[in-house]
């Protein structure tokens, strides 16, 4: 059974940083998309930041860049999310989910839900201005 947990969660003021992280039981990082998806009160999903791990390219969302960073840690088999100079707006749940195989024959939309198979619990991240 794949589990897919996300940790690092908290509660912050503006302008300070938070990491969160995301740990795969079951499965081994290796050539998937994992991706970090928000969620805000009253707001839908949204895509933040995705690493493809077959190339190690990474994606961001617009109202993200220069702020946060996706990387992979392959030898603790997870993947984190640097989260630095937060903004209120940044508050949500933010979600872990990983895609795939992709690859060079499949590369689908980094932001289409749909195509990540298995999704964390969230973690809470609440800005205070």
């Known amino acids: 059974e794949v589990q897919i947990v996300e940790s690092g969660g908290g509660w912050v003021q503006t302008g300070e940083s938070l990491r969160l992280s995301c740990a795969a039981s079951?499965?081994?990082?290796?050539?998937?998309?994992i991706a970090w998806f928000r969620q805000a009160p009253g707001k839908g999903r949204e895509g933040v930041a995705c690493i493809t791990l077959f190339d190690g390219d990474t994606y961001y969302t617009d109202s993200v860049k220069g702020r946060f960073t996706i990387s992979s840690d392959g030898a603790k088999n997870a993947i984190s999310l640097q989260m630095n100079s937060l903004k209120s707006e940044d508050t949500a749940v933010y979600y872990c989910?990983?895609?795939?195989?992709?690859?060079?024959?499949?590369?689908?939309?980094?932001?289409?839900?749909?195509?990540?198979?298995?999704w964390g619990q969230g973690a809470q991240v609440t800005v205070s201005s």
């Open positions: 989910a990983v895609g795939g195989p992709w690859g060079t024959s499949y590369y689908p939309d980094v932001w289409a839900a749909s195509e990540y198979e298995y």
């Open positions: 079951g499965l081994t990082f290796d050539d998937q998309a």
